[in-house]
């Protein structure tokens, strides 16, 4: 794969990393407001992002087990940091409004 290619599809990941991220930080305000319905919302709409990006991911970590992997490029090496620090962030807004909604 070209370098071209593979920083396109490290963008790609990043930008449907963030846009996870970002639903999953606004449904934690919503829950803290007691807006339970829009919170979870926006975990679906986070989870529906986060699914995006992964599967980028998954097309790369098939093609390396095919022997056919891109390479080390910085921008994919970014785009794999948003990624999981998007995913964890989702996982604890999770976490965090079932604290709110339990309260």
Do not use: W
């Not at 999953?24 to 829009?38: D, N, P, S, T, V």
């Not at 970590?61 to 891109?70: F, I």
């Not at 080390?72 to 999981?84: A, E, F, P, V, W």
């Amino acid at each position: 794969m070209e370098n071209t290619a593979l920083t396109e599809i490290a963008f790609k990941i990043i930008l449907f990393a963030g846009n996870g991220k970002s639903c999953a930080m606004e449904a934690i305000q919503e829950a803290k407001e007691g807006r339970f319905e829009r919170a979870d919302q926006l975990i679906q709409e986070a989870n529906a992002e986060l699914g995006k990006a992964h599967e980028y991911q998954t097309k790369l970590l098939q093609q390396e087990a095919q022997g056919q992997g891109p390479g080390i490029n910085i921008m994919l090496i970014h785009s794999q940091d948003h990624l999981m620090t998007a995913m964890t962030t989702r996982d604890l807004a999770v976490e965090i409004i079932d604290l709110y909604r339990t309260r």
